[in-house]
């Protein structure tokens, strides 16, 4: 586990590397225990018959040593297993703490970006209710619903009616303008070129006033 930087109060952060470590030594153990309980299994025996004969005497068809080490053996790694089913468990809860706090750090941090821009950005004037396919609007990225806030020299300020949008066109075909709309709430900035395509006009969209 990792000591997570700039964090005074010493805490450990969980990783997921951390429970694959711990689930790498639960696997290690497994297999510990299943080599134990395979060396008993060939002395005939398991991890409670008894080692003596009817008359009490050490039985002498077994290797007492190693049945003795095999089942004290198995013993500790079945507490060792629980312990580390322990940690694991505790780790991917932890784990899983960590990431809800983390998901709702973000979600609280990008609504604040929201909000911060959402107070910053000027009110729009016009907005697109229609977009032709293959016009030069839509090919500038022009999307039904944006809002307009700067379209060339008209923005915000100074926009009066959609006459200061068609004369901004008509004297800036085959050159590019500078278009910024709003769109989901965020600055969205595009160039758009008014020219002569196959449609009627020289952007292929409809744009409306916005009542302020």
């Not at 907005?127 to 999307?143: F, H, Y």
């Amino acid at each position: 586990m990792k000591m997570t930087e700039g964090n005074s109060s010493g805490k450990l952060e969980i990783t997921m590397d951390d429970v694959k470590v711990l689930i790498k030594k639960k696997d290690e153990i497994e297999e510990q225990i299943k080599a134990y309980y395979d060396m008993l299994e060939d002395q005939g025996v398991g991890v409670s018959e008894p080692l003596v004969d009817e008359e009490g005497y050490p039985r002498a068809d077994v290797n007492l040593y190693q049945v003795r080490t095999a089942r004290h053996s198995i013993s500790c790694l079945q507490n060792d297993h629980k312990a580390v089913m322990a940690q694991i468990e505790e780790a991917l809860h932890k784990l899983h703490a960590n990431d809800k706090a983390k998901r709702e750090h973000d979600e609280e941090e990008a609504r604040v970006e929201m909000m911060e821009q959402q107070v910053t950005l000027p009110p729009p004037y016009a907005r697109v209710d229609a977009v032709t396919q293959g016009s030069p609007a839509c090919t500038a990225g022009l999307r039904v619903g944006d809002d307009l806030i700067e379209f060339g020299s008209v923005h915000s300020g100074n926009f009066q009616n959609l006459q200061n949008i068609a004369v901004v066109v008509q004297h800036s075909e085959g050159k590019p303008l500078r278009v910024t709309v709003i769109r989901g709430g965020e600055k969205v900035q595009l160039s758009l070129t008014p020219q002569r395509w196959s449609g009627r006009g020289l952007l292929g969209c409809n744009i409306v006033p916005i009542q302020r």
